[in-house]
């Protein structure tokens, strides 16, 4: 992924649990064959499937030599829906939050994440997943950051952290918050 444009379209898919040594070798085979066919529009597209964590799949489309089209998008979400149920997994909830403690990654829903925030299990310094980046360089500079600037970001929480550094709750108008970005763009 180092030689792709900054600019590439980023798509992360977080299970719902950790795929084993075997799991994981055996999807990233299943992604290799993916994108070494996947077209749109007869174009092949520059593309990669990475593991991080054995949690997450990110798809990044370097879109320099072919645009990934909404034909192109559905057969990737096709793609991780065979391995969804496959593996038996779920990588489209996302209503599941992902952070870390010390160097394991958990998941939960967001209702209890907003209750170990309450009860102070996890504090501001907390690394989150910011799953909603949509470029290279969201990725690399906004994917894992700590809670205090998940609360001031476009991110999915419902809640902010307010001039004297405590959270409150927050308001949303708009399914944006939960859904990936070109789900969001396809039903404004």
């Known amino acids: 992924m180092n030689n792709f444009s900054p600019e590439s379209k980023?798509?992360?898919?977080?299970?719902?649990?950790?795929?084993?040594?075997?799991?994981?070798?055996?999807?990233?085979?299943?992604?290799?064959?993916?994108?070494?066919?996947?077209?749109?529009?007869?174009k092949l597209l520059k593309a990669s499937?990475?593991?991080?964590?054995?949690?997450?799949?990110?798809?990044?489309v370097d879109e320099t030599q072919a645009d990934a089209s909404g034909c192109?998008?559905?057969?990737?979400?096709?793609?991780?829906?065979?391995v969804?149920?496959?593996?038996?997994?779920?990588l489209m909830n996302r209503l599941l939050v992902a952070y870390k403690v010390n160097s394991d990654v958990l998941t939960c829903?967001?209702?209890?994440?907003?209750?170990?925030?309450?009860?102070?299990?996890?504090?501001?310094?907390?690394?989150?997943?910011n799953n909603l980046v949509?470029?290279?360089?969201?990725?690399?500079?906004?994917?894992?950051?700590?809670?205090k600037r998940a609360g001031t970001q476009n991110f999915w929480f419902s809640f902010r952290i307010n001039q004297a550094?405590?959270?409150?709750p927050v308001e949303f108008s708009s399914l944006n918050f939960i859904l990936p970005n070109y789900l969001f763009s396809s039903i404004v």
Do not use: C
């Open 10 to 42: 980023v798509w992360i898919y977080q299970s719902n649990r950790a795929f084993t040594e075997a799991e994981n070798k055996l999807i990233l085979e299943k992604a290799t064959s993916f994108i070494s066919e996947w077209t749109a529009h007869g």
């Open 49 to 60: 499937i990475n593991s991080y964590y054995n949690r997450f799949l990110v798809l990044m």
């Open 72 to 82: 192109g998008i559905d057969k990737s979400v096709r793609f991780f829906q065979q």
């Open 84 to 90: 969804e149920n496959e593996f038996q997994i779920n």
């Open 109 to 129: 829903q967001l209702s209890e994440f907003e209750k170990k925030i309450e009860q102070g299990e996890v504090h501001h310094d907390t690394i989150v997943f």
């Open 134 to 147: 949509g470029t290279k360089a969201e990725f690399d500079n906004n994917w894992e950051i700590p809670l």
């Open 165 to 168: 550094g405590s959270y409150e």
